[in-house]
């Protein structure tokens, strides 16, 4: 029971810490300028600190990232699951999961070194170092938990189910997206859901590769600063429990926020779509 608690009551300090340290920038900044202000320039006089375009520049790289690795990470899933044969399943599902053992600052020194020259060069853009840039690099990131709970998920959708519609005379494709998808449904949001909250809170990759511009995207080309990228930018620089210091820890509040509801969506879609023996409440 100690033990157990112990997590708890380190994530509640944590949240206590964060709060505390965050809400006292409200205090002497106006609220509505703060989340829908354009600019952020904690150095000039007064400073601004408008995160709208931080938190818009994280919400494009969450999409652009999802539009990635949600479907190779689920068709990835349903191939180990469902057609692979047991050899090939027993070296591709390592080599996804190896993915999740990169630390994230290898992935992006390669989004830097490698992936941001091709892109200059291919679509002969400005820079390299972009919001498509910073996506790609996120979607690998997040396949590997999509992939790995997703596939739990499918191997986890009782065999009378996959049985009972081949022996309708369904096909195995008929059978993978109308029955074993529909039943799996729980598990795959899960994952869904999961990797998106990692890719909106991942810090070091979006701080090398997405350009650190405070800009609305207007493309996919366009170079953004997501709200990790400052915090992990200026904190070091920010004077302690000084205006801009108390903004960078709102800014982590709202990213808190975000991931939570992403938690909470992900864990009300398990609830909803549980998997009980051969039947879907």
């Known amino acids: 029971m100690l033990i157990a608690m112990t997590s708890i009551v380190v994530l509640a300090l944590i949240v206590f810490f964060l709060f505390m340290e965050g809400l006292p ?52 899933a349903i ?24 630390p994230s600052v290898v992935i992006g020194f390669f989004g830097m070194v490698v992936f941001a020259p091709f892109l200059q060069e291919t679509f002969n853009v400005a820079t390299g170092l972009n919001l498509l840039n910073a996506g790609v690099m996120l ?33 195995h494709c008929e059978t993978i997206f109308k029955v074993i998808l529909p039943a799996s449904l729980s598990g795959i949001s899960t994952a869904v859901i999961l990797g998106m909250s990692r890719a909106i809170g991942e810090t070091m990759v979006v701080l090398m590769v997405a350009g650190g511009a405070g800009l609305i995207p207007l493309s996919i080309f366009d170079p953004v600063r997501p709200m ?48 009980v023996g051969a039947s879907t409440l």
């Open 228 to 275: 990790p990228a400052s915090i992990a930018a200026e904190m070091a620089e920010a004077p302690f429990r000084g205006e801009h210091y108390h903004a960078l820890f709102a800014t982590g509040i709202v990213l808190f926020v975000f991931t939570l509801l992403f938690n909470m969506i992900a864990d009300y879609l398990a609830e909803k779509h549980k998997q």
């Open 79 to 102: 191939y180990l699951a469902e057609i692979a044969s047991y050899r090939v399943r027993n070296i591709v599902k390592p080599t996804v999961e190896m993915l999740a053992a990169l």
């Open 139 to 171: 979607a690998f990131m997040s396949v590997p938990t999509i992939c790995s709970i997703s596939e739990d998920a499918i191997f986890s959708v009782p065999k009378e189910l996959k049985e009972a519609s081949l022996a309708l005379g369904a096909t």
């Open 25 to 76: 920038i409200f205090q002497e900044y106006p609220v509505a300028k703060f989340f829908f202000g354009l600019e952020w320039y904690p150095t000039s006089d007064p400073a601004d600190f408008g995160i709208f375009t931080l938190l818009v520049g994280s919400i494009a790289v969450t999409v652009v990232s999802s539009v990635i690795a949600i479907p190779l990470g689920v068709m990835t």
